[in-house]
């Protein structure tokens, strides 16, 4: 009598290899072709599947440009490392675009917004932006992290209630624009390292803003006076990013800025 | 058995499901409606409706009399603002509704003399003789513009625009008017103090209502643990054809799809409105306001508001003018008490909590209910049992759980499957979870974050 054990190992092997045979009569059977060039495209691809290019993985976003000629530089993961690649493999120029960065349009910390009750609620942002009292101002971040949360990359954290980007990880995939249910990250093209940012999305008027916050736009103007970049729309200041160049010098409105609100953002 | 359970109608004054909250209403359904003194300033907000938002029509500091227009619009479901004192007007202004419309407001600084005050303005609003006998000749067209000119909307708290319901269609012809005297949120006693105090002008609305509607039949539906109400109204009905009806008293009797089918056992699609199975329903305060408009001229300015809840030191009922701030009302009402925790405008069940007392009452203001620290206190949430009780209590019959839960994890298919539109956000399934998930909240968050397709 062969002890059960032993017989149990027999057998297993015994599957193991008819199925082995079986694969690999499979694999050569139904080989699917993939083109050479589509195989280098999925090989160069940081495989992170994040989403940032617009298709649904890499792969999908491999078969895009080798199908339908989709530009090389659409993955922000790879940044122009990747981009350069696919253009090589492709035999196309690339020319080296601007990258786009996500920065956060509103600059006030826990200790700088004011009339905020205790939440009991549900901890996300997209619950407590229903509850109207929930903080006195009503555009500006609710740091409860639903930025943080679709963060692939670890590039965005909650710091005294503040979400604020690591530009150093961030690879502006721009998950977190899409997720923040306020509409208060807006993606930038990054010029210059840093960036300057009008850090508040406030529309009401200044003396509304000055109850509610200590460092918000009152729309004072004094920027859009010193340099026409800035424009004052519904009381609050906006930078015109397309005239915006990697030599833009606006230390003097951000130095001007009453309410210190005008900020260096990036690396 | 009254006289209101033995009128024919073909509902069955019931429907499945739905909850038995303590009611709560003891503490100040005795107290008559005290006349609020008109208060120092108000803030008149530039939106109290579903709909498009007026613009402001008055200029800064100028000189503004009770029931002149504030703000109106253009558009068809909207319905204008206008000044429940008169005073002097400041710059427009921003404020945040509790719930959650972020609108412009109207500043009034109130003038010393006011025309109207105290029992003359009770008068003016409710009291006095409402002739019943010349609304077969008004032409229904006179009444539903009457009622847009006056702004008046749902005072039950949704602040539908009333003649928005009144427009007909003549594909969808109306066959009966529902008065809602139901009130089901525990706590509040506004409806019920306006039936006992003022029931001949809801009779008059309810009459002219259904005029502008075309209804045939109308039947006022009142819960029964009102009986004095059902009686007052009874007596003031009477010779006019109107039915008054009693129905249970079961959480949310006093939504509209709940009704329609406690009464006339007619269910409302998924999606559709009342007019879909040929009703509509009108509260008791705004049928009220729509008699004033018609037969008075007033535009609807003051509203009825039951201060109360064990927070606060002596609940009312208070006749309050559109605007006045939370804070004044509280404040007439001996302030909050210490263990005063949570400040909710509306009722308990589907009310909002404030953040900030120095918000404007408005027309759908119908309560402000105070919890003390007891009855907020809640345990941490667990993972939900699977008892199924929030599926027996949903009177839509949803799933609460599933759609909460899909809400949660952003399974948007999931919540569609389980139709997370059809809820009504009645918070039956949240008050019955005895694992404490915030079934409701995340539900509503669900349907914001669904994706527009
Ligand atoms: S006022 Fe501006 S900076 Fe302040 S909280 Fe609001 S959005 Fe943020
Ligand atoms: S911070 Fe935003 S844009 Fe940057 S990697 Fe994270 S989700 Fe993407
Ligand atoms: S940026 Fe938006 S998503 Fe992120 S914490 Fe602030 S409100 Fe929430
Ligand atoms: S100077 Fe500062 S406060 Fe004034 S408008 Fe510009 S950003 Fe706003």
Known sequence: ?267 | MTVADTIKIPGKRSFARGIHPSDKKSLCAGSPVEILPTPKSVLIPLSQHIGAPCAAIVKPRTEIAIGDVVGDSEAFVSAPVHASVGGTTSAATVTTLPNGQHVGAIPITVAEEQPLASQGLWDDIYGGNWPTDSIESLDPKQITQAVRTGGIVGMGGATFPTHVKFARNPDKPIDTLIINGCECEPYLTSDHRLMLEAPEPIIAGALLSARAAGAERIIVAIEDNKPDAIEKMQSAATGTGIDIVGVHTLYPMGGEKQLIVAVMAREVPTGGLPLDVGVVVVNVATAAAVARAVLRNKPLTHRIISVTGEGVATPKNILAPVGTSYADIIEHCGGLTDSADRVISGGPMMGFALGDLDVPVTKGTSGIVVLTEAQTRKSAETACVRCGRCVSACPLGLVPTRIALAARNKDWEMAKRYYITACVECGCCAYVCPAEIPLVQLIRAGKAGLPRD
């Not at chain 1, 690999?24 to 993939?34: D, E, K, L, T």
């Not at chain 1, 956060?104 to 009991?120: I, Q, S, T």
């Not at chain 1, 210190?260 to 690396?267: N, T």
């Open chain 1, 1 to 267: 009598m062969i002890p059960t054990i032993i017989l149990a190992v027999c057998v297993m092997l015994a599957l193991a290899g008819v199925f082995a045979v079986l694969l690999g009569w499979a694999n050569v059977r139904w080989h699917v072709h993939v083109p050479e060039q589509l195989q280098h495209l999925m090989d160069a691809m940081p495989g992170a599947n994040c989403g940032g290019c617009g298709y649904i993985g890499c792969s999908e976003y491999a078969e895009a440009i080798f199908h339908e000629g989709a530009a090389p530089d659409k993955c922000s993961v790879g940044g122009a490392a990747v981009a350069e690649r696919i253009a090589e493999i492709m035999g196309v120029e690339h020319v080296a675009g601007v990258p786009s960065r996500p920065v956060v349009l509103c600059g006030a910390d826990f200790d700088e917004r004011l009339k905020r009750p205790e939440y009991r609620g549900e901890p996300t942002c997209a619950a407590a932006v229903m509850v109207a009292g929930v903080q006195g101002c009503t555009f500006g971040c609710l740091g409860l992290g639903d930025c943080v949360e679709v963060c692939k990359f670890d590039a965005i954290h909650i710091i005294n209630g503040l979400a604020v980007v690591d530009y150093e990880k961030c690879v502006g995939c721009g998950a977190c624009v899409r997720a923040c249910p306020r509409n208060i990250i807006q993606m930038v093209p990054f010029h210059a390292d840093a960036m300057a940012v009008v850090a508040c999305s406030n529309l009401d008027p200044g003396k509304v803003v000055r109850g509610v916050c200590t460092v918000g736009c009152i729309g004072c103007g004094i920027c859009a006076k010193l340099d026409d970049i800035f424009t004052i729309a519904d009381n609050n200041a906006s930078i015109d990013y397309d005239r915006y160049q990697a030599d833009t010098d606006l230390s003097a409105a951000i130095e001007k800025c009453p309410r210190k609100i005008i900020r260096m953002e990036g690396k």
